[in-house]
């Protein structure tokens, strides 16, 4: 395969805060000496107390433990708020542009301060406490920056439900971390359309109280002022409760390690687990990334077209941007809506300098026409960013010269919501790009590829990824459930943190992810796992059992499709495949709608009764030529049904 290089180009160097020296000497010293390392880029946030112990970590099972900084103390919110105040105050800290592009708004650092204060004597006023967990189910407005710093402001511990969820996916959470408050609004809006944000909510609490949880209060700001019930003694509006409250809430003194967020991300098996993330180490990271990997400037406007019900909006719409004192976008809406002209018109009113957004909005961006960029200006873009999925060379291509017009440099940024911030990327003044690789590991990053059976893989070679030593940004634990954050990270491979990703190192040391080894699956760049859509169909009465792969997609990088094998007597008809659809939606939401559905009679199992995925993958990628041994199989002639009637025929 032909590669084209890309180098750094001189002026990205001169305005660039890091350049390849430095890169290579920082690197060296973050892996040779990360105590010394991280003591001093530790300083870079501000602490109540300081820490004197720096890095206390384990990767050996059983018995994992990671600690950062841990004997100092700090608030977060008066990291992100307080500590910009003196120099700051009048510069915008988030700027909002809302679905409709008549509406936007900016909120200063004082401003911010001021609402962020009242809403955290809010919430102390209706009973959240340090260490309560708070729920948020809310679109795309400064109310839900808001929620988030203000439960760091009191030590309370969010857990952010992407409002695309379903009730029965956003009961599940509550439920899991047993959280009695939640934050929402009565509808959301993206694309021109109403989301029933409150009224999902009500289910919500309904389902999971029948399962024993109990919320106390839901608090609902009012976005587009649609009828919505509100239950006397639990409901709150937002906006009659912060009127009334004082601008004043001194921050709580957190410890290093207290938790400050818990986020639902999708497994190979079972439900959803709740990775938890705590304070200190977390905002070093992704304060340190923010700034190094999209070369965060004084004054400049960033905007990452994130959700903040994804991990990349808490690090880099919410935490990191601020904690820098960035000025951060918040877009309400989507990529064409009202036109697919609409990032880029966005990026002209706003004059925004770096930009970061996914692969699927890329791929779906350029097939929508060149024209849509071309009308526009584009003249203050100075980096663009990529996250989520690896994005294909073409679809880079594009984005480099259409959209920046050979100007800014791409960062393609490989990380998870286990891993905080980003931790394999290129540097804006230091990287030379290969289109599609997300090059080099960050600073105290230490990847390594192994083969299936753990041997460790040097030099240009192909393995599963792993990283042996810990960074100041990796999750803690699994919400309640510390053995099954052992089981899942660090027992495939002894002593190491397993990524979930295949991945490739080239002559240059780069490195190249290839995507998921494990059964998860990435839909427009949203994390699934293949087990909740299984769960889902089964629990339709006509199923008695089904099978979920991955296959590729134009423009979601996967789609989902899923065998199913019905209950004796059902007839397969495209009412049901309909009806199967719109089930899976409302089980978990409308971002796992299966993209094919496949009756089949039975599927491929071994004679111990084990599903045999990779033959499912194989037929649904439409490559049944080499379907490997199927003798294993407790009846091979299933086989040939699932081909004939395959859905993905070329
Ligand atoms: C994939 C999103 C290739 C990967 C921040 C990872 C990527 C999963 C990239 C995590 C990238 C993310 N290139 N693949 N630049 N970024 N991924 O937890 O498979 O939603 O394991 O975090 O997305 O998804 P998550």
């Known amino acids: 395969m032909s590669v084209n290089v890309h180098p750094v180009k001189p002026e990205w160097k001169a305005k660039g805060l890091i350049d390849n020296d430095t890169y290579l000497a920082w690197y060296k010293r973050s892996v040779e000496d990360p105590e010394g390392f991280w003591a001093e880029h530790g300083k870079r946030i501000d602490w109540i107390k300081p820490f004197s112990s720096v890095k206390n970590t384990n990767f050996n099972t059983p018995g994992v433990s990671i600690k950062w900084f841990e004997d100092g103390t700090l608030n977060v919110s008066a990291n992100c708020i307080d500590r910009h105040l003196a120099t700051r105050g009048d510069q915008v800290a988030i700027l909002w542009e809302g679905d409709d592009p008549s509406e936007d708004r900016k909120i200063t650092y004082r401003e911010l301060s001021e609402q962020v204060n009242r809403l955290s004597n809010v919430m102390k006023a209706n009973g959240v406490k340090k260490g309560d967990r708070v729920t948020i189910y809310m679109p795309m407005i400064p109310e839900a920056a808001y929620t988030m710093l203000a439960c760091t402001r009191i030590g309370a511990i969010h857990s952010i439900v992407f409002g695309g969820f379903s009730p029965d996916a956003l009961a599940g959470r509550i439920e899991d971390c047993g959280s009695d408050f939640v934050v929402t609004a009565d509808e959301g809006l993206r694309g021109g359309k109403k989301v029933p944000l409150k009224a999902n909510t009500d289910k919500a609490i309904e389902i999971a109280e029948k399962a024993g949880a109990k919320v106390r209060n839901v608090l609902v ?26 601008a004043d809430c001194p921050p709580a003194e957190m410890s290093a390690e207290d938790p400050l967020f818990i986020l639902y991300t999708s497994g190979s098996t079972g439900k959803p687990k709740g990775v938890m993330h705590t304070t200190g180490g977390y905002l070093v990271y992704a304060s340190m990334t923010h700034q190094y990997v999209f070369d965060y400037q004084d004054n400049e406007v960033y905007w990452c077209t994130a959700d903040v019900g994804w991990v990349t909006g808490h690090s880099y719409i919410v935490y990191g941007p601020l904690a820098n004192g960035a000025t951060t976008l918040m877009f309400e809406g989507v990529p064409n809506y009202p036109s697919p002209s609409r990032f880029w018109d966005v990026v002209d009113k706003h004059d925004v300098s770096i930009f970061y957004t996914a692969p ?26 990529s996250v989520g999925e690896p994005i294909n060379p073409e679809a880079w291509e594009w984005y480099y010269k259409v959209v920046g017009e050979e100007r800014c440099p791409i960062v393609d940024t490989w990380w998870q919501t286990e891993t905080g911030g980003i931790l394999i990327t290129p540097l804006p003044g230091a990287t030379d790009l290969k289109p599609g690789s997300a090059t080099r590991p960050f600073f105290g990053v230490q990847p390594q590829l192994v083969d299936n059976d753990g041997n460790v893989l040097v030099g240009a070679t192909e393995g599963n990824l792993c990283i042996t030593d810990s960074w100041p940004g990796q999750m803690r634990t699994v919400y309640g459930d510390h053995e099954r954050f052992e089981q899942t990270y660090f027992s495939t491979y002894h002593g190491k943190y397993f990524t ?24 427009s760049g949203h994390r699934m796992g293949t087990a909740e859509v299984e769960s889902a169909l089964v629990a339709h009465a006509k199923v008695s059992e089904a099978a979920v792969v991955g296959y590729p997609h134009d423009l979601k990088g996967q789609g989902i499709y899923c065998y199913v094998t019905l209950m004796e007597g059902e007839e397969p008809s495209d009412a049901l495949r ?3 659809v719109a089930h899976v939606r409302s089980e978990i939401g409308p971002i796992a709608s299966p993209d094919k559905i496949q009756f089949a009679p039975g599927l491929p199992k071994t004679r111990s009764g084990k599903i045999m995925r990779r033959i499912l993958r194989k037929i649904a990628e439409d490559d049944f030529g080499a379907l490997g041994d199927t003798s294993t199989l407790a009846d091979p002639t299933v086989v040939d049904d699932l081909i004939d009637n395959r859905q993905n025929k070329k």
């Open 221 to 246: 700001v009012r976005r587009t002022g649609g009828a919505v019930a509100m239950k006397d003694g639990r409901d709150i509006w937002y906006h009659e409760a912060m009127d009334a409250a004082s």
């Open 578 to 580: 309909k009806e199967l």
């Open 360 to 385: 699927t909005a890329i791929r779906a961006l350029m097939g929508a026409g060149d024209e849509h960029v071309t009308k526009t200006s584009r003249k203050s873009l100075r980096v663009l960013g």
């Open 500 to 523: 979930g990703d295949g991945c490739r190192r080239d002559d240059d040391g780069y490195y190249w992810i290839t995507g998921r080894v494990d059964d998860v699956i990435n839909v």
